[in-house]
Protein backbone atom coordinates (compact mmCIF):
# COMPACT_ATOMS: atom_id res chain seq x y z
CA UNK A 1 0.00 0.00 0.00
CA UNK A 2 1.24 3.15 -0.60
CA UNK A 3 0.20 6.97 -0.08
CA UNK A 4 -2.00 8.50 -3.28
CA UNK A 5 -3.61 11.79 -3.38
CA UNK A 6 -4.16 11.51 0.54
CA UNK A 7 -5.69 7.96 0.40
CA UNK A 8 -3.82 4.39 0.97
CA UNK A 9 -4.11 2.79 -1.94
CA UNK A 10 -2.32 -0.63 -3.59
CA UNK A 11 0.57 -0.21 -5.69
CA UNK A 12 0.20 -3.88 -6.84
CA UNK A 13 -1.21 -7.38 -6.06
CA UNK A 14 0.35 -10.33 -8.52
CA UNK A 15 3.08 -7.79 -9.50
CA UNK A 16 2.76 -5.03 -12.27
CA UNK A 17 3.32 -6.61 -15.38
CA UNK A 18 1.07 -9.63 -14.66
CA UNK A 19 -1.64 -7.08 -13.41
CA UNK A 20 -1.22 -5.64 -16.83
CA UNK A 21 -1.04 -8.17 -19.04
CA UNK A 22 -4.22 -9.25 -17.43
CA UNK A 23 -6.04 -6.10 -18.81
CA UNK A 24 -4.83 -7.11 -22.26
CA UNK A 25 -5.88 -10.60 -22.35
CA UNK A 26 -8.74 -10.74 -20.04
CA UNK A 27 -9.64 -8.06 -16.85
CA UNK A 28 -8.80 -6.06 -14.36
CA UNK A 29 -10.59 -4.58 -11.91
CA UNK A 30 -9.29 -1.02 -10.65
CA UNK A 31 -10.67 0.85 -7.48
CA UNK A 32 -10.56 4.45 -8.26
CA UNK A 33 -12.66 5.30 -6.11
CA UNK A 34 -10.40 8.16 -4.95
CA UNK A 35 -11.40 10.26 -7.72
CA UNK A 36 -13.84 12.70 -7.63
CA UNK A 37 -17.72 12.36 -8.72
CA UNK A 38 -19.35 15.99 -9.14
CA UNK A 39 -22.64 16.79 -10.63
CA UNK A 40 -24.21 19.81 -12.31
CA UNK A 41 -28.09 19.99 -12.07
CA UNK A 42 -30.82 22.88 -12.62
CA UNK A 43 -31.33 24.39 -15.86
CA UNK A 44 -28.16 26.44 -15.53
CA UNK A 45 -25.91 23.49 -16.23
CA UNK A 46 -25.29 23.74 -19.71
CA UNK A 47 -24.42 27.19 -19.21
CA UNK A 48 -21.81 26.57 -16.40
CA UNK A 49 -20.19 23.46 -18.40
CA UNK A 50 -19.76 25.53 -21.42
CA UNK A 51 -18.57 28.09 -19.63
CA UNK A 52 -15.52 26.50 -17.76
CA UNK A 53 -15.48 23.72 -20.39
CA UNK A 54 -14.85 23.74 -24.35
CA UNK A 55 -17.31 20.95 -24.75
CA UNK A 56 -20.29 21.33 -26.85
CA UNK A 57 -22.32 20.47 -23.91
CA UNK A 58 -25.82 21.04 -25.23
CA UNK A 59 -25.39 18.87 -27.94
CA UNK A 60 -24.35 15.85 -25.50
CA UNK A 61 -26.89 13.38 -25.87
CA UNK A 62 -28.12 11.66 -22.64
CA UNK A 63 -26.31 8.85 -22.62
CA UNK A 64 -23.44 10.27 -24.00
CA UNK A 65 -20.01 11.58 -21.97
CA UNK A 66 -17.18 13.37 -23.77
CA UNK A 67 -13.40 13.51 -22.33
CA UNK A 68 -12.58 17.32 -21.69
CA UNK A 69 -10.59 19.64 -19.59
CA UNK A 70 -10.79 22.77 -17.29
CA UNK A 71 -8.33 25.61 -17.95
CA UNK A 72 -7.59 28.56 -15.88
CA UNK A 73 -7.44 32.36 -17.07
CA UNK A 74 -3.89 31.71 -18.82
CA UNK A 75 -4.88 28.66 -20.50
CA UNK A 76 -3.10 26.42 -18.10
CA UNK A 77 -5.41 22.75 -17.00
CA UNK A 78 -6.76 22.72 -13.86
CA UNK A 79 -8.16 19.28 -14.54
CA UNK A 80 -9.09 17.05 -17.35
CA UNK A 81 -12.28 14.82 -16.77
CA UNK A 82 -14.98 13.00 -18.36
CA UNK A 83 -18.38 14.92 -18.22
CA UNK A 84 -21.97 12.41 -19.07
CA UNK A 85 -25.42 13.61 -19.83
CA UNK A 86 -27.77 11.83 -17.33
CA UNK A 87 -30.63 13.61 -18.51
CA UNK A 88 -31.56 16.22 -16.09
CA UNK A 89 -27.52 16.34 -14.88
CA UNK A 90 -24.19 16.54 -15.93
CA UNK A 91 -21.77 13.88 -14.10
CA UNK A 92 -18.33 14.63 -14.06
CA UNK A 93 -15.63 12.59 -12.76
CA UNK A 94 -12.04 13.65 -12.19
CA UNK A 95 -8.33 13.50 -10.63
CA UNK A 96 -8.39 12.92 -7.26
CA UNK A 97 -5.94 15.44 -6.46
CA UNK A 98 -7.69 18.06 -8.40
CA UNK A 99 -11.02 17.91 -6.70
CA UNK A 100 -10.86 20.33 -4.59
CA UNK A 101 -9.61 22.74 -7.26
CA UNK A 102 -11.87 21.45 -9.45
CA UNK A 103 -15.22 22.26 -7.04
CA UNK A 104 -13.57 25.50 -6.35
CA UNK A 105 -13.65 26.66 -9.62
CA UNK A 106 -17.01 25.12 -10.51
CA UNK A 107 -18.44 26.98 -7.40
CA UNK A 108 -16.83 30.37 -8.94
CA UNK A 109 -18.40 29.86 -11.79
CA UNK A 110 -21.97 28.83 -11.51
CA UNK A 111 -24.55 29.96 -13.68
CA UNK A 112 -28.11 31.37 -12.83
CA UNK A 113 -30.19 28.05 -11.70
CA UNK A 114 -27.08 25.61 -11.58
CA UNK A 115 -26.93 23.37 -8.53
CA UNK A 116 -23.17 21.89 -7.95
CA UNK A 117 -22.73 19.02 -5.82
CA UNK A 118 -19.29 17.20 -5.00
CA UNK A 119 -20.44 13.61 -4.36
CA UNK A 120 -19.75 12.55 -1.17
CA UNK A 121 -20.00 8.41 0.11
CA UNK A 122 -19.36 6.88 -3.71
CA UNK A 123 -16.54 4.68 -4.90
CA UNK A 124 -15.79 3.85 -8.31
CA UNK A 125 -14.76 0.70 -9.81
CA UNK A 126 -12.77 0.56 -13.45
CA UNK A 127 -12.98 -2.91 -14.95
CA UNK A 128 -11.06 -3.12 -18.03
CA UNK A 129 -10.03 -5.80 -20.43
CA UNK A 130 -11.27 -7.49 -23.36
CA UNK A 131 -13.45 -9.67 -21.51
CA UNK A 132 -14.70 -6.90 -18.89
CA UNK A 133 -17.97 -7.03 -20.85
CA UNK A 134 -18.59 -10.41 -20.91
CA UNK A 135 -17.80 -10.89 -17.28
CA UNK A 136 -20.18 -7.24 -16.26
CA UNK A 137 -22.73 -8.72 -18.36
CA UNK A 138 -23.16 -11.46 -15.74
CA UNK A 139 -23.71 -8.89 -12.86
CA UNK A 140 -25.83 -6.01 -14.37
CA UNK A 141 -28.93 -5.61 -15.36
CA UNK A 142 -28.55 -3.85 -18.31
CA UNK A 143 -27.65 -4.95 -21.49
CA UNK A 144 -24.15 -3.82 -22.58
CA UNK A 145 -24.66 -4.78 -25.99
CA UNK A 146 -26.15 -1.81 -26.84
CA UNK A 147 -23.50 0.19 -24.94
CA UNK A 148 -20.76 2.01 -27.20
CA UNK A 149 -17.18 3.43 -25.88
CA UNK A 150 -18.63 6.33 -23.85
CA UNK A 151 -21.96 5.58 -23.34
CA UNK A 152 -23.33 5.41 -19.67
CA UNK A 153 -25.76 4.71 -18.44
CA UNK A 154 -27.52 4.22 -14.64
CA UNK A 155 -28.45 0.19 -14.24
CA UNK A 156 -27.85 -2.54 -11.25
CA UNK A 157 -24.41 -4.32 -10.91
CA UNK A 158 -24.66 -7.52 -8.26
CA UNK A 159 -27.49 -6.05 -6.80
CA UNK A 160 -26.37 -2.61 -6.29
CA UNK A 161 -27.66 0.37 -8.10
CA UNK A 162 -25.09 1.86 -10.04
CA UNK A 163 -23.46 4.14 -13.02
CA UNK A 164 -21.76 2.52 -15.47
CA UNK A 165 -19.98 4.57 -18.52
CA UNK A 166 -18.12 2.51 -20.81
CA UNK A 167 -14.56 3.89 -21.14
CA UNK A 168 -11.52 3.93 -18.40
CA UNK A 169 -7.88 4.91 -18.46
CA UNK A 170 -6.17 1.49 -20.39
CA UNK A 171 -6.90 1.84 -23.70
CA UNK A 172 -8.99 -1.35 -23.82
CA UNK A 173 -12.70 -1.92 -23.96
CA UNK A 174 -14.16 -1.35 -20.41
CA UNK A 175 -16.20 -0.29 -17.80
CA UNK A 176 -15.83 2.70 -14.97
CA UNK A 177 -18.89 1.78 -12.33
CA UNK A 178 -19.69 4.13 -10.05
CA UNK A 179 -21.81 3.32 -6.54
CA UNK A 180 -22.58 3.73 -3.25
CA UNK A 181 -19.51 3.38 -1.29
CA UNK A 182 -21.24 0.50 1.05
CA UNK A 183 -21.95 -1.74 -2.00
CA UNK A 184 -18.36 -1.80 -3.16
CA UNK A 185 -16.41 -4.12 -1.72
CA UNK A 186 -19.68 -6.83 -2.29
CA UNK A 187 -19.56 -5.88 -5.98
CA UNK A 188 -15.97 -5.95 -6.10
CA UNK A 189 -15.59 -9.35 -4.77
CA UNK A 190 -18.51 -10.48 -7.34
CA UNK A 191 -16.32 -9.26 -9.97
CA UNK A 192 -13.41 -10.68 -8.46
CA UNK A 193 -15.08 -14.13 -7.98
CA UNK A 194 -14.83 -14.47 -11.73
CA UNK A 195 -11.50 -16.14 -13.09
CA UNK A 196 -11.38 -13.92 -15.86
CA UNK A 197 -10.84 -10.93 -13.72
CA UNK A 198 -7.34 -10.18 -12.14
CA UNK A 199 -7.26 -7.28 -9.27
CA UNK A 200 -5.29 -4.13 -10.14
CA UNK A 201 -3.14 -1.47 -8.47
CA UNK A 202 -1.80 1.75 -9.28
CA UNK A 203 1.44 0.74 -10.84
CA UNK A 204 -0.19 -1.33 -13.84
CA UNK A 205 -2.67 1.52 -14.21
CA UNK A 206 0.19 3.84 -14.72
CA UNK A 207 1.79 1.42 -17.14
CA UNK A 208 -1.37 0.76 -19.23
CA UNK A 209 -2.20 4.38 -19.61
CA UNK A 210 1.64 5.25 -20.36
CA UNK A 211 1.68 2.67 -23.31
CA UNK A 212 -2.01 4.17 -24.74
CA UNK A 213 -0.65 7.66 -24.19
CA UNK A 214 -3.00 9.15 -22.06
CA UNK A 215 -1.99 12.35 -19.90
CA UNK A 216 -2.01 12.01 -16.35
CA UNK A 217 -2.36 15.51 -14.93
CA UNK A 218 0.85 16.43 -13.07
CA UNK A 219 2.87 14.94 -15.69
CA UNK A 220 1.24 15.97 -19.49
CA UNK A 221 -1.20 18.34 -18.04
CA UNK A 222 -0.81 21.28 -15.33
CA UNK A 223 -1.10 24.62 -14.32
CA UNK A 224 2.02 25.11 -16.63
CA UNK A 225 1.12 22.70 -19.45
CA UNK A 226 -2.01 23.41 -21.74
CA UNK A 227 -4.01 21.01 -23.07
CA UNK A 228 -2.87 22.26 -27.15
CA UNK A 229 0.55 21.56 -25.51
CA UNK A 230 -0.60 18.19 -24.22
CA UNK A 231 -2.05 17.08 -27.78
CA UNK A 232 -5.40 17.35 -27.15
CA UNK A 233 -6.95 19.36 -29.64
CA UNK A 234 -8.67 17.25 -31.00
CA UNK A 235 -11.01 16.86 -27.80
CA UNK A 236 -12.18 20.16 -28.24
CA UNK A 237 -15.28 20.56 -30.92
CA UNK A 238 -15.19 23.01 -34.02
CA UNK A 239 -18.18 25.16 -32.35
CA UNK A 240 -15.84 26.02 -29.07
CA UNK A 241 -12.90 26.27 -31.29
CA UNK A 242 -14.54 29.27 -33.46
CA UNK A 243 -16.23 30.44 -30.34
CA UNK A 244 -14.42 30.60 -27.39
CA UNK A 245 -16.50 31.59 -24.38
CA UNK A 246 -14.64 29.61 -21.99
CA UNK A 247 -12.25 30.14 -18.93
CA UNK A 248 -9.06 30.45 -21.05
CA UNK A 249 -10.03 30.50 -24.43
CA UNK A 250 -8.22 33.19 -25.32
CA UNK A 251 -4.66 31.38 -24.89
CA UNK A 252 -6.18 28.33 -25.85
CA UNK A 253 -7.84 29.58 -28.88
CA UNK A 254 -4.25 31.50 -29.76
CA UNK A 255 -2.48 28.23 -29.78
CA UNK A 256 -4.36 25.93 -31.96
CA UNK A 257 -4.57 28.51 -34.52
CA UNK A 258 -0.83 29.82 -33.76
CA UNK A 259 0.81 26.41 -32.72
CA UNK A 260 2.59 26.34 -29.40
CA UNK A 261 6.69 25.88 -28.73
CA UNK A 262 6.46 22.68 -27.26
CA UNK A 263 4.75 19.44 -28.07
CA UNK A 264 3.98 16.36 -26.64
CA UNK A 265 5.30 12.91 -28.13
CA UNK A 266 5.53 10.13 -27.22
CA UNK A 267 9.07 8.45 -27.12
CA UNK A 268 10.94 5.19 -28.24
CA UNK A 269 13.80 4.22 -26.21
CA UNK A 270 16.48 2.10 -27.09
CA UNK A 271 18.32 -0.58 -24.74
CA UNK A 272 15.90 -1.50 -21.60
CA UNK A 273 16.51 1.44 -19.15
CA UNK A 274 13.61 3.17 -19.57
CA UNK A 275 13.91 7.67 -19.19
CA UNK A 276 11.85 8.68 -16.98
CA UNK A 277 9.88 11.45 -15.74
CA UNK A 278 12.46 14.54 -15.57
CA UNK A 279 14.61 12.99 -18.10
CA UNK A 280 16.43 15.45 -19.83
CA UNK A 281 16.36 15.65 -23.81
CA UNK A 282 19.11 16.67 -26.36
CA UNK A 283 18.90 16.84 -30.00
CA UNK A 284 21.82 15.63 -32.47
CA UNK A 285 23.83 18.62 -31.75
CA UNK A 286 23.41 18.57 -28.01
CA UNK A 287 21.25 21.44 -27.92
CA UNK A 288 18.36 21.00 -24.82
CA UNK A 289 15.69 19.37 -27.18
CA UNK A 290 12.68 19.23 -24.15
CA UNK A 291 12.02 16.73 -21.08
CA UNK A 292 10.79 13.36 -20.64
CA UNK A 293 6.85 13.68 -18.72
CA UNK A 294 6.39 9.46 -17.93
CA UNK A 295 8.68 6.59 -19.23
CA UNK A 296 8.50 3.38 -17.88
CA UNK A 297 8.30 -0.05 -18.88
CA UNK A 298 5.98 -1.47 -21.61
CA UNK A 299 4.81 -4.99 -21.04
CA UNK A 300 3.19 -5.11 -24.18
CA UNK A 301 6.02 -4.13 -25.79
CA UNK A 302 8.91 -5.25 -23.80
CA UNK A 303 10.33 -2.16 -23.65
CA UNK A 304 10.91 1.49 -22.80
CA UNK A 305 8.36 3.90 -23.68
CA UNK A 306 7.62 7.43 -22.49
CA UNK A 307 5.79 10.68 -23.14
CA UNK A 308 8.01 13.96 -23.60
CA UNK A 309 7.20 17.63 -24.18
CA UNK A 310 9.51 18.88 -26.64
CA UNK A 311 10.35 21.92 -28.56
CA UNK A 312 7.62 21.68 -31.30
CA UNK A 313 10.47 21.27 -34.16
CA UNK A 314 10.88 17.88 -33.10
CA UNK A 315 7.14 16.80 -32.35
CA UNK A 316 7.42 14.88 -35.83
CA UNK A 317 7.44 10.99 -35.74
CA UNK A 318 11.35 9.92 -36.13
CA UNK A 319 13.10 12.34 -35.15
CA UNK A 320 16.18 11.60 -33.39
CA UNK A 321 17.17 12.56 -29.76
CA UNK A 322 18.70 11.35 -27.07
CA UNK A 323 18.14 11.46 -23.35
CA UNK A 324 20.43 11.70 -20.44
CA UNK A 325 20.66 8.60 -17.92
CA UNK A 326 22.85 8.56 -14.93
CA UNK A 327 25.35 10.85 -17.10
CA UNK A 328 24.94 8.51 -19.97
CA UNK A 329 23.20 9.22 -23.68
CA UNK A 330 20.60 6.71 -24.16
CA UNK A 331 18.88 6.81 -27.97
CA UNK A 332 15.26 7.72 -28.24
CA UNK A 333 13.12 8.13 -31.04
CA UNK A 334 9.67 10.10 -31.70
CA UNK A 335 6.71 8.36 -32.21
CA UNK A 336 3.24 8.19 -32.47
CA UNK A 337 0.85 7.77 -30.04
CA UNK A 338 -0.59 5.33 -28.54
CA UNK A 339 2.33 3.40 -28.34
CA UNK A 340 -0.38 0.59 -27.81
CA UNK A 341 -3.28 0.46 -30.34
CA UNK A 342 -6.47 1.59 -28.50
CA UNK A 343 -9.28 -1.17 -28.08
CA UNK A 344 -12.14 1.03 -27.73
CA UNK A 345 -15.62 -0.32 -28.52
CA UNK A 346 -16.31 2.80 -30.75
CA UNK A 347 -20.37 3.02 -32.69
CA UNK A 348 -20.01 2.33 -36.11
CA UNK A 349 -20.69 5.36 -37.64
CA UNK A 350 -24.22 5.33 -39.13
CA UNK A 351 -23.59 4.93 -43.27
CA UNK B 1 30.16 -20.80 4.06
CA UNK B 2 26.63 -19.23 4.98
CA UNK B 3 25.55 -16.10 3.34
CA UNK B 4 25.83 -13.29 4.69
CA UNK B 5 23.52 -10.01 4.53
CA UNK B 6 23.82 -6.17 4.45
CA UNK B 7 21.36 -3.09 5.54
CA UNK B 8 20.91 -2.56 1.94
CA UNK B 9 18.83 -5.87 1.44
CA UNK B 10 22.37 -7.47 -0.18
CA UNK B 11 23.41 -11.38 0.02
CA UNK B 12 27.56 -11.93 -0.30
CA UNK B 13 29.05 -15.27 0.13
CA UNK B 14 32.05 -17.00 -1.16
CA UNK B 15 32.07 -18.15 -4.56
CA UNK B 16 33.89 -21.68 -4.04
CA UNK B 17 35.39 -21.75 -7.41
CA UNK B 18 37.25 -18.15 -7.48
CA UNK B 19 37.47 -17.68 -3.90
CA UNK B 20 35.93 -13.96 -5.15
CA UNK B 21 33.03 -12.59 -3.26
CA UNK B 22 29.55 -13.20 -4.89
CA UNK B 23 27.05 -10.04 -4.00
CA UNK B 24 23.19 -10.49 -5.25
CA UNK B 25 19.58 -9.15 -3.54
CA UNK B 26 17.87 -10.94 -1.37
CA UNK B 27 14.43 -12.03 -1.96
CA UNK B 28 12.78 -9.45 0.19
CA UNK B 29 14.75 -6.81 -1.65
CA UNK B 30 13.08 -8.03 -5.30
CA UNK B 31 9.98 -8.81 -3.58
CA UNK B 32 10.04 -4.99 -2.95
CA UNK B 33 11.26 -3.86 -6.22
CA UNK B 34 8.60 -5.53 -8.08
CA UNK B 35 9.68 -6.91 -11.86
CA UNK B 36 12.87 -6.34 -12.86
CA UNK B 37 13.18 -5.49 -16.41
CA UNK B 38 17.13 -4.79 -16.60
CA UNK B 39 20.57 -4.52 -14.42
CA UNK B 40 22.92 -2.08 -15.28
CA UNK B 41 26.18 -4.08 -13.86
CA UNK B 42 30.01 -2.66 -13.41
CA UNK B 43 32.42 -3.19 -15.78
CA UNK B 44 34.74 -6.24 -14.70
CA UNK B 45 38.31 -4.58 -13.72
CA UNK B 46 36.11 -1.88 -11.75
CA UNK B 47 37.54 -0.63 -8.40
CA UNK B 48 34.87 -0.04 -5.44
CA UNK B 49 35.34 0.81 -1.98
CA UNK B 50 32.82 -0.39 0.37
CA UNK B 51 29.35 1.47 0.46
CA UNK B 52 30.01 2.92 -2.72
CA UNK B 53 27.08 2.38 -5.77
CA UNK B 54 28.20 -0.04 -8.40
CA UNK B 55 24.89 -0.69 -10.11
CA UNK B 56 21.46 -0.35 -10.81
CA UNK B 57 18.32 -2.54 -11.28
CA UNK B 58 15.85 -1.22 -13.35
CA UNK B 59 12.08 -2.38 -12.39
CA UNK B 60 8.92 -1.50 -14.08
CA UNK B 61 8.44 1.42 -11.27
CA UNK B 62 12.05 2.74 -10.17
CA UNK B 63 15.94 2.53 -10.58
CA UNK B 64 17.13 1.17 -7.50
CA UNK B 65 20.98 1.08 -6.85
CA UNK B 66 23.08 -1.34 -5.46
CA UNK B 67 26.61 -0.63 -3.22
CA UNK B 68 29.20 -2.81 -3.04
CA UNK B 69 29.90 -4.32 0.47
CA UNK B 70 33.35 -4.21 0.26
CA UNK B 71 36.64 -3.11 -0.97
CA UNK B 72 37.77 -4.58 -3.90
CA UNK B 73 37.19 -4.88 -7.76
CA UNK B 74 35.18 -6.55 -10.16
CA UNK B 75 36.37 -9.63 -10.95
CA UNK B 76 32.59 -11.36 -13.09
CA UNK B 77 29.27 -10.08 -13.91
CA UNK B 78 26.10 -12.46 -13.93
CA UNK B 79 26.02 -12.61 -17.97
CA UNK B 80 22.79 -14.51 -17.66
CA UNK B 81 21.31 -11.28 -16.84
CA UNK B 82 21.42 -9.27 -19.83
CA UNK B 83 18.95 -11.90 -21.49
CA UNK B 84 17.26 -12.98 -18.62
CA UNK B 85 16.35 -9.96 -15.79
CA UNK B 86 13.95 -11.89 -14.45
CA UNK B 87 16.45 -14.04 -13.27
CA UNK B 88 17.09 -12.16 -10.56
CA UNK B 89 13.13 -11.99 -9.25
CA UNK B 90 12.78 -15.94 -9.78
CA UNK B 91 16.33 -16.63 -7.52
CA UNK B 92 17.14 -13.76 -6.04
CA UNK B 93 19.49 -15.46 -3.77
CA UNK B 94 21.18 -18.10 -6.56
CA UNK B 95 21.08 -17.87 -10.09
CA UNK B 96 20.24 -13.93 -10.17
CA UNK B 97 23.12 -12.85 -7.96
CA UNK B 98 24.41 -9.98 -9.71
CA UNK B 99 28.35 -9.53 -9.69
CA UNK B 100 31.47 -11.12 -7.87
CA UNK B 101 34.16 -8.87 -6.14
CA UNK B 102 37.69 -9.30 -4.98
CA UNK B 103 38.96 -8.34 -1.56
CA UNK B 104 39.01 -8.42 2.11
CA UNK B 105 35.55 -8.28 4.60
CA UNK B 106 37.67 -5.83 6.32
CA UNK B 107 36.45 -2.82 6.47
CA UNK B 108 33.19 -4.11 4.44
CA UNK B 109 29.83 -2.62 5.72
CA UNK B 110 28.07 -4.03 8.57
CA UNK B 111 27.14 -7.26 7.69
CA UNK B 112 24.49 -9.43 9.10
CA UNK B 113 24.16 -13.38 9.56
CA UNK B 114 20.63 -15.20 8.38
CA UNK B 115 18.70 -14.41 11.61
CA UNK B 116 19.68 -10.75 12.42
CA UNK B 117 18.68 -10.04 8.43
CA UNK B 118 15.01 -11.90 8.48
CA UNK B 119 14.77 -10.05 12.31
CA UNK B 120 15.48 -6.76 10.38
CA UNK B 121 12.70 -7.49 7.54
CA UNK B 122 10.78 -8.91 9.89
Known amino acids: ?351 | MAKQYTRNHEWIEMAEDTGSWRVGITQYAQEQLGDIVMAELPDVGRTVVAGEECAVIESVKAASDIYAPLEGEITRINEDLAGSPELINEQAEGAGWLFEISGSLDGAVELLGEQEYADLVG
Open chain 1, 1 to 351: MVPFAGYSMPLRFAGIVAEHQAARVRAALFDVSHMGQLVLAGEGRIATAEGLLPIAAGKLAAGRSKYTFMCDEQGGTIDDMIVGNDGDRLFIVCNAASADAVAKHIEGNLADGCTFQRLAGRALLALQGPQAAAVLAEHAAADLDSMYFMDALWTEVAGAEARICRCGYTGEDGFEISLAAEAAASVARALLADDRVAPAGLGARDSLRLEAGLCLYGNELSAAISPIEAGLRWAIPPSRRRGGGFVGADTILDQIANGTARCLVGLACEGRAPLRAGAELQDAEGQFAGTVTSGGWSPTLERPVALALVGSQHAHPGCRLSGLLRGRSIAAETVELPHVAHRYRVRPRAS
